[in-house]
T-cell receptor
Framework: DAGVIQSPRHEVTEMGQEVTLRCKPI?????LFWYRQTMMRGLELLIY????????DSGMPEDRFSAKMPNASFSTLKIQPSEPRDSAVYFC????????????FGSGTRLTVV | GQQLNQSPQSMFIQEGEDVSMNCTSS?????WLWYKQEPGEGPVLLIA?????ELTSNGRLTAQFGITRKDSFLNISASIPSDVGIYFC?????????FGTGTSLTVIP
């Protein structure tokens, strides 16, 4: 299994531009999570989906952030317009229905907004 | 949200030494997890703990679920250079993971 695949690995963009981060979960996993990691705030859960349906988006910082999961094998996190304070590493994770050992993180997307 | 504090924040140790770190919370959790994150990668699960007082080992790693359910401990015995990384605890309630602030470990050969 290739694990959770995120793209791009690195993204540098100018303030005001739209940014789209992509995630392919592990096949058969029915839950998908988006996290943001910064030095100041650590790992924060932004949103999670169960069976492609958003369950809890209370961690999404503001309306500039949106996430979709159109099917079981793909999810996007979009920031529009981006701001320098959005610079962080964004992780996607997926998990099966039960058990924590299957909860797997991707390698992350390092976003820099200048 | 939930606050999980890890200590120490960072450690510099000699190869072969044992390592201890802990994680405390003001809230009770039903499950405690310990993750390791290496540079440029996502966290990888090391150990999961499911009940108060539980002591679980994974090779040279041993973790304990505190009796109060508000804390957890991780020990690494006989450290080696590849133990370098950031160790995170996570408390779990339902489907929510709350991550600690991390302990950065540096092992000096």
């Amino acid at each position: 299994d290739a694990g959770v695949i995120q793209s791009p690995r690195h993204e540098v963009t100018e303030m005001g531009q739209e940014v789209t981060l992509r995630c392919k979960p592990i096949s058969g996993h029915n839950s998908l999570f988006w996290y943001r990691q910064t030095m100041m705030r650590g790992l924060e859960l932004l949103i999670y989906f169960n069976n492609n349906v958003p369950i809890d988006d209370s961690g999404m910082p503001e309306d500039r952030f949106s996430a979709k999961m159109p099917n079981a094998s793909f999810s996007t996190l979009k920031i529009q317009p981006s701001e320098p304070r959005d610079s962080a590493v964004y992780f996607c994770a997926s998990s099966p229905t039960t058990g924590f050992y299957g909860y797997t993180f991707g390698s992350g997307t390092r976003l820099t907004v200048v | 949200g939930q606050q999980l504090n890890q200590s120490p924040q960072s450690m510099f140790i000699q190869e072969g030494e044992d390592v201890s770190m802990n994680c405390t919370s003001s809230s009770i959790f039903n499950t405690w997890l310990w993750y390791k994150q290496e540079p440029g990668e996502g966290p990888v699960l090391l150990i999961a703990l499911y009940k108060a007082g539980e002591l679980t080992s994974n090779g040279r790693l041993t973790a304990q679920f505190g009796i109060t359910r508000k804390d957890s401990f991780l020990n690494i015995s006989a450290s080696i250079p590849s133990d370098v990384g950031i160790y995170f605890c996570a408390g779990v309630t339902g489907n929510q993971f709350y991550f600690g602030t991390g302990t950065s470990l540096t092992v000096i050969p």
